[in-house]
């Protein structure tokens, strides 16, 4: 009796690249590890729907957004 493993590898075996391809990013969604193509899907959406919202005023950028993170974390009062 063959067990589950060896019954996925068997299947794999038969796949050609792509399909084993398709295969990797579906186990690798299922696992909650993004592929990078995915990822950058999801990043590219994402700035699609803010620029939407938001308009010509632009996306701070990452800079900018530590830039203003540092300059507030420097007016927290200080305990000592």
């Not at 999801?42 to 005023?57: I, S």
Request: proline residues 4%; negative net charge.
């Amino acid at each position: 009796m063959q067990t589950l493993d060896d019954q996925i590898i068997a299947h794999l075996r038969r796949l050609d690249d792509t399909q084993k391809r398709q295969v990797l990013e579906y186990v690798e969604e299922l696992t909650g590890k993004p592929s990078l193509k995915h990822w950058l899907e999801d990043a590219e959406r994402l700035r699609a729907d803010l620029t939407e919202k938001y308009g010509d005023r632009g996306l701070p950028s990452a800079q900018s957004l530590l830039d203003e993170l540092r300059e507030e974390a420097s007016e927290w009062p200080r305990r000592g």
